[in-house]
């Protein structure tokens, strides 16, 4: 009597014993039982084995295996090629626009990629994911350009439409080669959108971009999009920004982009940024916990150029062979307005220059360890400098010294505030339209307003006992307010003067000669005290 045994309990090998049973027996062999000790197969549990497919090389395999699967996308496992090398030179393409794909690699693989047809070597379609599994070998990176490649991107998430991209990368590493061209990034994010990720990827010896999150959807946003636990590396070579955000169209705006942990390194010398946020539709991008390490003296941690909504939180700033950076956090505005940038926690551990640099308000900090830094919305007086810049120029710079004016202040009218013991406070009074200043906590006073006018030449008296009269236009002078009058030349032997605000606008200067006097003419220097 057959007894069934559920499929579940069968391993492959005593599935292989069965058979092999059952065909002897068929044949009339008695009951022997043979091992078989590998089975290979393309698919399995509806799996496509990439390395079971014909093809020119690894790539065009899997290529294969992906067009094996049903219409709605699955599967393809390519981790058979195991720890080999493999030369391609074919473009892989994961999944299509309505054929989701899960691709598994064996992170031991080695893909050497030999492409030269500019295009991008792999093509991480929306809705597919990439999945790196069990790399033990750090010094070897699973997708590497030979010298020969050429290139758009090693890896690029697609459609390169308008139409947003989900994406879902994990566990891969890419080398750069200098003899390569790669003519975007080695990997770029292209319009990513919906909870798109990247994963414990690493990114090294490249000479342009590592990583680019780019859009040029010109409406709509990006994110949240996850960047967790990267080690990008520039290694200091020519060229190389380890990280860019880039908003590259018109209207609308990429945000809930997340940075969470990692290491992004090396920069190239002539003061590249580790981490690069470009544009005014860059609004939402947060930094958590995150390490950045100079290989130049003049190497930026994040350049902030235009960009708005920026939270850096616990970013730790280190050097490498005594080459400390020039600036941790750096704001610049090329067009458009940087605003709503959030620093805090920062430490500056191998002495950067600076931990901030804020040229759009012309503020620097050198501490090494900085609680918080705020400048934007958030902060009036920081956003009112911003527009006012933008606008105008230049008003101030904050110096060791203090804060230096180089546009007029204007006081908005009120009530008084309250004195306080060793401040020196002011205020436009709205009762008296005057300006009072408190000194260490004394009462208001108001502070003294002058007029200056000067008088034309006009001829003195020479005749003892007479009097010449001259009338200037003052602007602001009013009967009854104080004046000052001091000619500009010898008025002579006994001559006395006197002035006096003789209607609206108008100051009288009066001299007379005391004793007789050669004359000759003088002009008047006239102050009007309100």
Same mark, same amino acid.
């Given at each position: 009597m057959m007894r069934s045994i559920p499929v579940s309990l069968l391993s492959l090998r005593s599935l292989g014993r069965i058979m092999m049973v059952l065909a002897l027996s068929a044949l009339g062999f008695a009951q022997t039982a043979q091992t078989f000790e590998r089975l290979n197969f393309r698919t399995q549990n509806a799996i496509e084995f990439a390395d079971q497919y014909p093809g020119r090389d690894a790539f065009a395999k899997i290529n294969a295996a992906i067009a094996a699967l049903p219409a709605g996308g699955g599967t393809v496992d390519a981790r058979g090629f195991g720890a080999t090398s493999q030369a391609v030179t074919t473009p892989l393409i994961i999944g299509s626009a309505t054929k989701p794909v899960t691709l598994l690699i064996d992170g031991n693989t080695r893909f050497e990629i030999a492409i030269t047809s500019g295009a991008d070597a792999i093509q991480l379609w929306s809705k597919s994911s990439l999945i790196c599994l069990n790399q033990t070998n750090a010094t070897?990176?699973? &997708?590497?350009?030979? $010298?020969?490649?050429? =290139?758009?991107? $090693?890896?690029? @998430?697609?459609?390169?439409?308008?139409?947003?991209?989900?994406?879902?990368?994990?566990?891969? @590493? &890419?080398?750069?080669?200098?003899?390569?061209?790669?003519?975007?990034?080695?990997?770029?994010?292209?319009?990513?959108?919906?909870?798109?990720?990247?994963?414990?990827?690493?990114?090294?010896?490249? &000479?342009?971009?590592?990583?680019? =999150?780019?859009?040029? !959807?010109?409406?709509?946003?990006?994110?949240?999009?996850?960047?967790?636990?990267?080690?990008?590396?520039?290694?200091?070579?020519?060229?190389?920004?380890?990280? !860019?955000?880039?908003?590259?169209?018109?209207?609308?705006?990429?945000?809930?982009?997340?940075?969470?942990?990692? @290491? &992004?390194?090396?920069?190239?010398?002539?003061?590249?940024p580790i981490i690069d946020l470009e544009g005014s539709g860059v609004e939402g991008v947060n930094l958590y916990g995150t390490q950045f390490e100079s290989a130049n003296r003049d190497d930026i941690g994040v350049l902030i150029n235009n960009a708005r909504g920026v939270l850096i939180s616990g970013p730790l700033f280190t050097a490498s062979a005594s080459q400390p950076g020039a600036d941790c956090v750096k704001i610049t505005q090329s067009s458009g307005i940087a605003l709503d940038v959030i620093v805090n926690n920062l430490i500056n551990l191998n002495a950067w220059a600076h931990s901030i640099n804020d040229t759009v308000n012309h503020i620097t900090d050198t501490r090494s360890r900085l609680v918080g830094y705020t400048m934007g919305s958030n902060d009036p007086v920081v956003e009112s400098w911003v527009g006012a810049y933008k606008n105008a120029g230049k008003i101030a710079d904050m110096t060791t010294d203090g804060l230096v004016l180089s546009k007029p202040e204007s006081f908005v009218e009120g009530g008084a505030p309250v004195p306080q013991i060793s401040q020196d406070v002011c205020y436009g009074d709205a009762a008296s339209h005057t300006l009072r200043c408190s000194y260490n906590g004394g009462a208001f006073l108001p502070m003294a307003q002058v007029i200056a006018a000067k008088s034309a030449a006009f001829s003195l008296a020479t005749a003892a006992g007479s009097c010449v009269q001259n009338t200037t236009a003052v602007s602001g002078a009013m009967p009854g307010m104080a004046v000052a009058a001091s000619p500009m030349a010898s008025p002579g032997t006994g001559a006395v003067w006197s002035g006096y605000v003789s209607a609206p606008g108008k100051v009288t200067i009066q001299e007379c000669a005391g004793a007789a006097s050669a004359g000759g003419s003088a002009a008047f220097s006239i102050r009007v005290f309100p």
């Amino acid at each position: 009597m057959m007894r069934s045994i559920p499929v579940s309990l069968l391993s492959l090998r005593s599935l292989g014993r069965i058979m092999m049973v059952l065909a002897l027996s068929a044949l009339g062999f008695a009951q022997t039982a043979q091992t078989f000790e590998r089975l290979n197969f393309r698919t399995q549990n509806a799996i496509e084995f990439a390395d079971q497919y014909p093809g020119r090389d690894a790539f065009a395999k899997i290529n294969a295996a992906i067009a094996a699967l049903p219409a709605g996308g699955g599967t393809v496992d390519a981790r058979g090629f195991g720890a080999t090398s493999q030369a391609v030179t074919t473009p892989l393409i994961i999944g299509s626009a309505t054929k989701p794909v899960t691709l598994l690699i064996d992170g031991n693989t080695r893909f050497e990629i030999a492409i030269t047809s500019g295009a991008d070597a792999i093509q991480l379609w929306s809705k597919s994911s990439l999945i790196c599994l069990n790399q033990t070998n750090a010094t070897s990176a699973t &997708f590497a350009l030979a $010298a020969t490649a050429r =290139v758009n991107t $090693a890896l690029s @998430s697609y459609p390169r439409s308008p139409a947003g991209n989900l994406t879902y990368q994990q566990g891969c @590493s &890419f080398e750069g080669n200098s003899g390569a061209h790669v003519s975007s990034a080695m990997v770029e994010l292209y319009n990513p959108t919906d909870i798109s990720a990247v994963r414990n990827e690493l990114i090294w010896n490249f &000479f342009g971009v590592g990583l680019k =999150v780019s859009s040029n !959807q010109g409406s709509g946003g990006a994110g949240p999009v996850n960047l967790e636990n990267l080690s990008i590396n520039g290694r200091g070579n020519p060229g190389a920004i380890p990280v !860019q955000v880039l908003w590259s169209k018109g209207a609308g705006a990429m945000g809930d982009i997340n940075f969470l942990g990692g @290491s &992004f390194t090396h920069p190239g010398p002539g003061g590249l940024p580790i981490i690069d946020l470009e544009g005014s539709g860059v609004e939402g991008v947060n930094l958590y916990g995150t390490q950045f390490e100079s290989a130049n003296r003049d190497d930026i941690g994040v350049l902030i150029n235009n960009a708005r909504g920026v939270l850096i939180s616990g970013p730790l700033f280190t050097a490498s062979a005594s080459q400390p950076g020039a600036d941790c956090v750096k704001i610049t505005q090329s067009s458009g307005i940087a605003l709503d940038v959030i620093v805090n926690n920062l430490i500056n551990l191998n002495a950067w220059a600076h931990s901030i640099n804020d040229t759009v308000n012309h503020i620097t900090d050198t501490r090494s360890r900085l609680v918080g830094y705020t400048m934007g919305s958030n902060d009036p007086v920081v956003e009112s400098w911003v527009g006012a810049y933008k606008n105008a120029g230049k008003i101030a710079d904050m110096t060791t010294d203090g804060l230096v004016l180089s546009k007029p202040e204007s006081f908005v009218e009120g009530g008084a505030p309250v004195p306080q013991i060793s401040q020196d406070v002011c205020y436009g009074d709205a009762a008296s339209h005057t300006l009072r200043c408190s000194y260490n906590g004394g009462a208001f006073l108001p502070m003294a307003q002058v007029i200056a006018a000067k008088s034309a030449a006009f001829s003195l008296a020479t005749a003892a006992g007479s009097c010449v009269q001259n009338t200037t236009a003052v602007s602001g002078a009013m009967p009854g307010m104080a004046v000052a009058a001091s000619p500009m030349a010898s008025p002579g032997t006994g001559a006395v003067w006197s002035g006096y605000v003789s209607a609206p606008g108008k100051v009288t200067i009066q001299e007379c000669a005391g004793a007789a006097s050669a004359g000759g003419s003088a002009a008047f220097s006239i102050r009007v005290f309100p």
